[in-house]
């Protein structure tokens, strides 16, 4: 599968943001998408999870902020972030994988997406 990540930009504190992820490919659906976020410097870091079933897993730093949903038919995943804080700036990727009980570790994740810039300035 290949993924294309989008939505990032420059936005101020306390203002919602919405990725997306599109998807190529029919098995879309099969897939356990994430969202991670790198800083330079910093190793990636996983942000937030959504299983096949639609259940989802957050980062602590991100849980009640972000939420992370998919829509099948349109073979994409979103990360919709409000109350943004100049901590949330980073590149953001979006991943996929069929492996079964995968959660937060990155290495698990087979497929990645090139990435795409989000800063929140104070």
């Known amino acids: 599968v290949q993924l294309q990540a989008s939505g990032g930009g420059l936005v101020q504190a306390g203002d919602s943001l919405r990725l997306s992820c599109a998807a190529s490919?029919?098995?879309?659906?099969?897939?356990?998408m994430a969202w991670f976020r790198q800083t330079p410097g910093k190793e990636r870091a996983f942000v937030a999870r959504i299983a096949k079933s639609g259940i989802t897993y957050y980062a602590d730093s991100v849980k009640g902020r972000f939420t992370i949903s998919r829509d099948n038919a349109q073979n994409t995943v979103y990360l919709q972030m409000n109350s943004l804080k100049v901590d949330d700036t980073a590149v953001y990727y979006c991943?996929?994988?069929?492996?079964?009980?995968?959660?937060?570790?990155?290495?698990?994740?087979?497929?990645w997406g090139q990435g795409t810039q989000v800063t929140v300035s104070s």
């Open positions: 490919g029919r098995t879309f659906s099969t897939y356990v």
């Open positions: 991943a996929a994988t069929q492996r079964l009980g995968v959660t937060t570790d990155l290495a698990k994740y087979d497929y």
